[in-house]
Each structure stands twice: as C-alpha cells, then as structure tokens.
C-alpha cells in the first residue's frame, strides 16, 4: 500500500493502493487526462451513496469515462440483436409521409458507445477496470463484438498476458454485469512497472502516478491509449 | 405559395434515442415490485446535451434516474439533479403496456397528439415561456417481455406542424455570420450560461448582441425585455445535431412557440454545439427562418381558440422504417445466463495459474451417476457442481424423510412435508435451485439387491429395475457408490465392472470412511479414452485376457467387493464400514464425499484413466507423481477418531463376487446377469441377514 507520506521504498512496496490514494490518485489522473486528451470524453468522478459499511467521512465513488466511441470498420447491418421486422401498416400516417420539413437520415454506418469505469477493488487493493459497449439505441454488445472491434494490438495483449483476462461481473455500484479486467495479477506488475522506473526507484512511489501507470497498461486492452507525454508528465512531478 | 417555392423548406434532423440498459433494469424492477397489471402512463424524464462532436448526434437518453424510485430504495437513490450540463433534462411520458398485443394496439397517433396538445397548451399558457424544457416533451411506449428480458418500444418526439413550413433564409456556421468582437462575446456569453448551474440545464434561451457587439445570454421570458435598443436578436437552443446543413428537432417547436406567441414571421436562430465543453461557433449555427403570413394568421386564429391544435409529426424511424424498436437484455438480466459465467469464473481462474492443464471441457462433459441421494449422494452433487461438472443423474427410491435435512445438504424441511418428496425429485430441484444450468435428472427406483427376497409378483418389476440400472450406467461416465446398504452396491459394480465405467465408493462407519476408485474390469476396455487406452486393449488382448493383470503387468486395482476381501487386517477396516453409514459423525460424510469427488477429477485428468496405477502418498515413484492434481490413489481410509488419513492399495480378488473374471467373462453368466434367479442365487452366498429399513437405523450399528 501506498503510504499516506505519498512516497514508499519500491523495493518494500507490495503494488496496492489505499481507498484514499486511490482517490487521490484518481483525481490526478482524471486531470492529466484533461491536460493531454481534451478530445475524447472526460473522466469524472462518480459519487456513490454512502454503504454502511463504510465510514461516513470517506466519499465512495469512481470514475467514469461516458460515451467514447470507436467507429465501426465493418459494415453490418444487423449487430447486437437489433431486430427489425416488417412495417407496420397500421402506424403510417398521411402527415408524417408528406411532412417534407424533417430530415431523412441515412443510417449506413451504426456507432458503438464504450462505457469506462475504474473501481477500487478493497480486496485487492488495486482498480479494477470496468467496461461495456452498446449500440445507439442501447443495445449491449457482446463480449465477441467488443473483441471483433478492438484493435489488433489489444487481441495481441489478450492473448499473449495472462493478467489481461476479461471476465464478466457485476458491477460493484450498478449491480449490472459489466466486462472487467480481473484484479489478481494487478498489484504484480504493477510492482514490475515502479521497479523498472529509475525516478521510482530514486524518489520512491507516488500515490499520484499509480493510475496514470495502471491505466496505460489496461487502458491498451481496451483500446484507450495513453499519450506519453502524460506519462512523462507525470514522472516529473 | 408560389413565392415559396424558390426557397429550401427548413429541414430539421429528428431527434434519436438511446435508452440505457439501466432504465430497463429499472422498469423491470418497477413492474414487477410496484406497478404489477397497472398499465397507467408513468412519467420520465429524459436527458440530452448539445452536440460535441463534428461526427455524432447528442442522443435523449433515458437513464436508470429517468423514472421515478421505488418508494423503497428512495433512501438510497438520488432524486434527478438539476444544473447537469450533460444531462438537461425533458419531460416525458411512458406507456408501458402489459401484453404484446397491447403494444401493437396502441393508437400511435391519437398518443402523439395527446402529447402535442400539452405542448400547444403549455405555449398557450405561457408555461413553456418559463420552464422551455416541456417543448421538448417525449412519448414512450414499451412493453418488457420479462420473461425473455426483451423489449419492444417506440419514441415520439412530438413536433407542432407549420403549414405551411418554415422556410431557410439563410444559414451558415456561427463563426461566419458573428463578427470577430461578436463570436468571442457570444462564446463567452454562452459558456457562462453553461457553467452555472441555474442554466446550464436551460435548454432554449435568447442571444442578444448589442450594437457595441456585446453578447447577453437570457431565459424567453425575458423577450419583452429585449425589445428595446438596437440589437441583434437570436433564438437559441441547445443542437442535439451534429449536421451542418441542417438544425437539429428542439427548434421545431422553438419556432412554433416563437410564431404562435410573438407572431414573429423572420427569426434568427442559433443552433448551440459544443466542443471539448465550449462553445464551438465553427461547429454552432445561425440560421434565418421564414414563416408565411397565412401560417402566423393560422396560428393567431389557433391561438384565439385553443381547442385548435396543430397537427403533429414525431414518431422515431427505425432505420428509416416505422417499426418499433426491440432490445434483448437476456445477456445481462437472465439469472441463469449470469449464473453460467459466474460458475465458470472461478474454475477460469484456476485454470489460469493453479492449474493449466486443467480439463474444463472434459468435466463439464463428463455424465456422472449417484447412486444414492443421502448424506453422501446430496454432498457429492454439490462438489460435482462445484467442480464445473454439469451432468449428474440420482438415483433414490426413497422419500425426504423429518431427520433428513440436518444432514443431506440439498434438503430443506418443505421437503419433508405432506409425506416427503422423493429424494432423487427433491435433491435435481434443489441442485437447479443451487445453479439453474446443470443438466440433472431424477430416476426414482429401487436398487436390487442380493438377499432381499423377491415375492413372484414383484419379480417382473425387479427384472426392470435390473435393465434399467444397466442402461443408466451404459449411458454414463462415472458412477457413484453412495447407498447406505453394501449389498446395494453389489449389482452396479458388477455392471459396471462390465462396461468399464469409473466408478467411485464412498463408504462411512461411525467415525471412519473409505473412498476408493475401483480398478478396470477383466473383460476388454471398450469405451477408449485416448490412444494409450487403445495400446491397453491389445496388450490385454495379447496377454489372453489374464484378468488379474494390469497393462503393466500389475494387478488390477480391486473393488469395493475385492478389497473386503483382501484388506489388511486391522481393527478399523475389519468392520464393514457402510453397515453403520446413518449413524456417522456428521463431519465424516462431506470429508468422504469431497474425498469422492476429487478423486474423480484425478481419474479425468489421467492419462490412464480407469487404469491408472494406485499411487501412495509420500510416494518413491516421483515420477508419477508429477500430476498437476497430485497423486491418484485407489482408497482413501480415514478416522475421524485419529484425524488420519492414509492411501492403501487393494488388488482384484479372482474370487471377488463383483468383478473376478468368472463373474464377468462367463457367457452365460452376463447372460444372466440381469437375470433374477442369477441374482438370487448370489444373494445366498451372503451370510448375513441385511435388513433394509432405513428408519432402523439403530439397528444397524455393530458394536
């Protein structure tokens, strides 16, 4: 755990995060992200309602990147289940056929909408990375669909890591089954990660770093790059 | 009308819709806990922003805070926030119907005009000057199939019809028509609205430059205000549309409000998109609309009567078709579906580290029958799930009976009532209670056993029974030994010595228990695992059918009957154990069944399969051991008494009454097999009286 002094040994450090880093963490993060990706969707943080079993002076939350899309390649006209069966005679309307002041869409190409959100996991200790995808209309998508859109590079990590093991599980806020990044091997490299840092190793672990570091390694797997320059940035602080 | 002509009709891009999987996760739990059969219509609330991206619309989203709470989460739930930026919200309402049919019923227009009447009255009113939002009204209609977890909606957006419509005057990106001095003050104007909280949800507002290229950002109440002074006059809203050829469908009833209640004939409108969070004038718009004399005396005329109503458009196109829409969320929302990829989660998991090489396919495959739905039989079917095995058949002829549940883990005291459920029933439904997706079955029959005389009458039945235990254990993998009688036992190790089907025994005395595997058959191995079990068929082929011999030349492993027989004397294992199998330390059946099972998932995992070699722990041969699993052994004795535990190694007996080579590959005595003099003539060469009265149990404790 990352000590509440901000800076550990790396060398005694066992690759977790506190509750309260982790926030804190999460707010550096969330603002560098604004710095170096003001072009794609922003993270915030998520307020929970209080649990009981948590004490009422710690905010719960998370953070939640809503909303970013990706393009679709492929073209295919009847993904996700959305269905379309015959017209309805019965709703056609004289107005709406004659009414020439709306707009005729054409709807060739369908967006997918991914959904982010990064849960400290108190059993771990570490965040957990949670996604999803769906369509416009709100459709979900499968974990095959979301697979077939990934990058290359992403199946390749999928495939060459064993951390990078995607799972489906209840979301801990939402009660939903959510896609995720499943945590065990996450405080390891972590650890690997710091080590290989010569300002790590120099001036100890930052807590203000570890999500930014964790983050351009899940974030990959999922598609999202982290820009180095934010990474550099960081390291410098 | 001709003079129209030359002009472009001003087209407005519709609005569309996305609703999130958490408002149907909602509604459900709405319908279901609150709502029940009454269908009357609900009212929502949905949510949109102006556009943020040159490439995509800003869609009306309905979220899981778009209805109302449940009165008894309401602690727990907050309320809508107004002065979300992202999130400004419009009035809707819901009808969800209950049936199919119903849904299909709906009369679609005679709802959209209900609702465009609301509009047209809240204009009327002035009502829609003070709060804008409710010109952006929507209807919903919905019917959640909460059985398949599908559902079938439709939205409207209803939009009062000018007649004749709006025509374009002009329009271009904002950047172009504001001066430099104008666009910055706009910009900045704008971004103020948006970033306090008492507007930012505002979704029509008024823009106003003054002659000294000053911006003001104002509500449309304030459009008396603005009259006076030379200045530039805009309608704005928040553009859901990301096109820039045309403005998105808030402004359609911005300018039917505009007409009707200011008479206005040429408007400018400014069609507010963002970027990054500002104001963006590049990607906004400004317009000039023209609306025709005849139309704004129309209105007038409707404005002096208000049982006149405009008529109104609005129904979202699927696809550019008038077809409702249809979600399917079994994925997320059916139990069973969750409880399959919750189940294999935690296997994945071993498989991932632990164990590489372990076998999910062959487990899952894997058709596993219980004889015996007790202590052991409930026990075992747990692990068995536990393990990831999803095909399990028991087989019981008796009834839960008041002292069962305490023990048999998958019986509860409903169970027991009216008599008793039959246990076999009883325990399939508690294991699909447990995890819905397992494949169980239920075979409710006696097991004929030796010794126990048949009346003539009952014979053709026991006949029966006889075939049907041979083809339940033909149509198996692995068989499980869990009757609480040894004689029991008898006839399925003698069928399955036969078939060469795995089979495992566990067995309990009062403080102490036996797991073993039994070893291969003499005959043949007919079902081949794999090509080494293959290369045993011919080498005991070679070797004529030396029935004691094992692949290795090793004896074979022995069964439950052989190792009776051949079992070292000692004080534990000189009692027959299962004589005593109801009066147990209640710790002893879950450590024996445990045992069973695991010692299954070592027999899958071998290469030898049903032939692999008992292994001792502590063993020499290192080698062997090298199993991801570990050591396979034949038995597992152990004392509760001692708390031990030791491995032992029993060989077939060639006088074993279960599976010596007499037994099994003496034509006419598999001939007889299922026969029942054969079966009564064996049932001599037992000596003792067994007595199978299950509710004796006391009686059956050798002291």
């Known amino acids: 755990m990352v000590s509440d002094q901000a800076t550990v040994d790396v060398s005694s450090w066992n690759g977790t995060l506190s509750l309260s880093d982790f926030r804190e963490s999460a707010s550096a993060f969330a603002e560098k992200w604004k710095e170096f990706n003001s072009a794609v969707p922003q993270w915030?943080?998520?307020?929970?309602?209080?649990?009981?079993?948590?004490?009422?002076?710690?905010?719960?939350?998370?953070?939640?990147?809503?909303?970013?899309?990706?393009?679709?390649?492929?073209?295919?006209?009847?993904?996700?289940?959305?269905?379309?069966?015959?017209?309805?005679?019965?709703?056609?309307?004289?107005?709406?056929?004659?009414?020439?002041?709306?707009?005729?869409?054409?709807?060739?190409?369908?967006?997918?909408?991914?959904?982010?959100?990064?849960?400290?996991?108190?059993?771990?200790?570490?965040?957990?990375?949670?996604?999803?995808?769906?369509?416009?209309?709100?459709?979900?998508?499968?974990?095959?669909?979301?697979?077939?859109?990934?990058?290359?590079?992403?199946?390749?990590?999928?495939?060459?890591?064993?951390?990078?093991?995607?799972?489906?599980?209840?979301?801990?806020?939402?009660?939903?089954?959510?896609?995720?990044?499943?945590?065990?091997?996450?405080?390891?490299?972590?650890?690997?990660?710091?080590?290989?840092?010569?300002?790590?190793?120099?001036?100890?672990?930052?807590?203000?770093?570890?999500?930014?570091?964790?983050?351009?390694?899940?974030?990959?797997?999922?598609?999202?790059?982290?820009?180095?320059?934010?990474?550099?940035?960081?390291?410098?602080? | 009308m001709a003079g129209h002509e030359s002009r472009p009709v001003l087209q407005f891009a519709p609005f569309q819709s996305s609703v999130d999987e958490g408002f149907w996760h909602r509604l459900s739990s709405l319908k279901l806990n609150k709502l029940g059969i009454d269908d009357s219509p609900i009212p929502i609330t949905g949510f949109y922003a102006p556009s943020a991206h040159p490439q995509v619309s800003n869609y009306l989203t309905l979220l899981a805070e778009s209805l109302p709470t449940e009165p008894c989460e309401q602690s727990s739930v907050a309320t809508v926030i107004r002065g979300n930026r992202n999130r400004c919200s419009a009035p809707g309402i819901l009808y969800n119907t209950n049936t199919l049919e119903g849904f299909h019923a709906i009369d679609k227009q005679s709802l959209l005009k209900a609702e465009a009447k609301k509009v047209w009255e809240s204009i009327h009113s002035g009502e829609a000057e003070e709060d804008s939002a409710i010109l952006s009204r929507f209807l919903l209609i919905s019917f959640a199939d909460l059985k398949k977890w599908s559902f079938h909606y439709c939205f409207a957006f209803p939009a009062l019809v000018l007649d004749p419509p709006a025509t374009l005057l002009d329009l271009r990106p904002a950047s172009q028509y504001f001066s430099i001095q104008e666009a910055e003050s706009v910009s900045a104007a704008c971004n103020d609205w948006r970033n306090s909280s008492s507007t930012a949800d505002v979704p029509f507002f008024l823009l106003s430059i003054s002659s000294n290229s000053h911006a003001t950002v104002r509500h449309l109440k304030d459009w008396e205000a603005c009259q006076h002074g030379e200045q530039k006059l805009l309608f704005g809203f928040y553009d859901p549309c990301h096109l820039p050829n045309n403005p998105g469908w808030p402004l359609r009833n911005l300018l039917a409000f505009i007409c009707s209640r200011w008479k206005l004939e040429k408007v400018h409108f400014f069609c507010y998109r963002e970027n990054r969070g500002f104001a963006d004038l590049g990607f906004s718009l400004v317009g000039e609309a023209l609306m025709s004399v005849p139309q704004v005396e129309r209105l007038m005329k409707g404005w002096e009567d208000p049982q006149h109503i405009p008529s109104a458009v609005g129904w979202e196109l699927n696809r550019g078709k008038k077809v409702p829409r249809c979600i399917s969320l079994a994925k997320s929302m059916d139990p069973t579906r969750l409880a399959i990829s919750a189940a294999d989660l935690n296997l994945k998991l071993m498989?991932?580290?632990?164990?590489?090489?372990?076998?999910?396919?062959?487990?899952?495959?894997?058709?596993?029958?219980?004889?015996?739905?007790?202590?052991?039989?409930?026990?075992?079917?747990?692990?068995?799930?536990?393990?990831?095995?999803?095909?399990?058949?028991?087989?019981?002829?008796?009834?839960?009976?008041?002292?069962?549940?305490?023990?048999?883990?998958?019986?509860?005291?409903?169970?027991?009532?009216?008599?008793?459920?039959?246990?076999?029933?009883?325990?399939?439904?508690?294991?699909?209670?447990?995890?819905?997706?397992?494949?169980?079955?239920?075979?409710?029959?006696?097991?004929?056993?030796?010794?126990?005389?048949?009346?003539?009458?009952?014979?053709?039945?026991?006949?029966?029974?006889?075939?049907?235990?041979?083809?339940?254990?033909?149509?198996?993998?692995?068989?499980?030994?869990?009757?609480?009688?040894?004689?029991?036992?008898?006839?399925?190790?003698?069928?399955?010595?036969?078939?060469?089907?795995?089979?495992?025994?566990?067995?309990?005395?009062?403080?102490?228990?036996?797991?073993?595997?039994?070893?291969?058959?003499?005959?043949?191995?007919?079902?081949?695992?794999?090509?080494?079990?293959?290369?045993?068929?011919?080498?005991?082929?070679?070797?004529?059918?030396?029935?004691?011999?094992?692949?290795?030349?090793?004896?074979?492993?022995?069964?439950?009957?052989?190792?009776?027989?051949?079992?070292?004397?000692?004080?534990?294992?000189?009692?027959?154990?299962?004589?005593?199998?109801?009066?147990?330390?209640?710790?002893?059946?879950?450590?024996?069944?445990?045992?069973?099972?695991?010692?299954?998932?070592?027999?899958?995992?071998?290469?030898?399969?049903?032939?692999?070699?008992?292994?001792?722990?502590n063993s020499t041969d290192i080698g062997r051991t090298e199993q991801p699993l570990g050591i396979l052994p034949h038995q597992v004795r152990g004392s509760l008494a001692q708390f031990s535990q030791m491995t032992l190694v029993?060989?077939?007996?060639?006088?074993?009454?279960?599976?010596?080579?007499?037994?099994?590959?003496?034509p006419t005595y598999l001939e007889d097999l299922t026969g029942l003099t054969e079966l009564m003539k064996s049932a001599s060469s037992f000596e003792v009286d067994w007595d199978d009265d299950i509710n004796n149990d006391a009686d059956f404790l050798e002291i």
Request: charged share 20%; hydrophobic share 40%; proline share 5%.
């Open chain 2, 351 to 617: 498989r991932w580290r632990a164990l590489p090489s372990l076998d999910l396919n062959v487990l899952s495959s894997t058709k596993c029958l219980l004889l015996g739905a007790g202590t052991l039989g409930c026990q075992v079917a747990r692990m068995l799930m536990a393990w990831g095995v999803r095909k399990i058949t028991l087989v019981d002829s008796g009834k839960v009976s008041m002292s069962n549940p305490l023990r048999q883990s998958l019986y509860t005291l409903d169970d027991c009532l009216n008599g008793g459920d039959f246990k076999a029933s009883a325990a399939v439904k508690s294991l699909k209670r447990i995890f819905p997706a397992v494949e169980a079955e239920a075979v409710v029959m006696a097991i004929p056993m030796p010794g126990h005389p048949v009346p003539s009458h009952e014979e053709k039945g026991v006949l029966e029974d006889c075939r049907r235990l041979n083809d339940l254990i033909e149509s198996h993998d692995a068989v499980f030994l869990l009757t609480d009688t040894r004689e029991s036992r008898w006839l399925p190790t003698v069928l399955c010595s036969n078939t060469n089907k795995i089979v495992i025994t566990a067995a309990l005395g009062f403080d102490s228990f036996l797991v073993m595997r039994h070893g291969a058959g003499p005959g043949p191995i007919n079902a081949v695992h794999d090509s080494e079990a293959k290369a045993v068929d011919s080498l005991r082929a070679a070797m004529g059918k030396s029935s004691l011999m094992d692949r290795d030349g090793g004896k074979r492993l022995g069964c439950y009957f052989c190792s009776d027989v051949v079992a070292p004397v000692d004080s534990t294992s000189n009692r027959t154990l299962d004589q005593q199998c109801t009066v147990t330390r209640p710790g002893l059946a879950p450590i024996a069944s445990a045992l069973a099972v695991e010692l299954l998932v070592g027999i899958l995992h071998h290469p030898q399969r049903i032939c692999a070699k008992a292994e001792f722990s």
């Open chain 1, 44 to 237: 915030s943080w998520v307020v929970c309602p209080p649990r009981p079993w948590i004490a009422a002076r710690d905010v719960d939350g998370y953070l939640s990147l809503k909303n970013a899309f990706l393009p679709r390649y492929k073209e295919e006209d009847n993904i996700g289940g959305c269905q379309i069966g015959e017209e309805e005679p019965s709703c056609s309307d004289v107005n709406e056929r004659t009414d020439n002041a709306i707009l005729v869409r054409s709807y060739g190409h369908e967006v997918h909408f991914y959904d982010f959100h990064v849960v400290y996991n108190s059993s771990y200790r570490v965040p957990v990375l949670y996604f999803r995808a769906y369509c416009s209309d709100g459709q979900p998508l499968t974990l095959s669909d979301i697979k077939e859109e990934l990058p290359a590079s992403s199946m390749k990590m999928l495939k060459e890591c064993k951390w990078t093991f995607i799972t489906e599980e209840e979301h801990p806020y939402l009660n939903r089954p959510w896609y995720t990044l499943h945590p065990c091997g996450t405080s390891e490299w972590m650890k690997l990660l710091f080590a290989n840092d010569a300002l790590v190793a120099k001036d100890g672990v930052v807590a203000e770093q570890y999500l930014v570091s964790w983050f351009s390694v899940v974030g990959q797997v999922v598609g999202l790059k982290t820009p180095l320059e934010m990474l550099h940035s960081c390291t410098r602080l």
């Open chain 2, 650 to 666: 029993g060989h077939s007996s060639d006088s074993c009454t279960a599976c010596c080579c007499t037994a099994i590959n003496q």
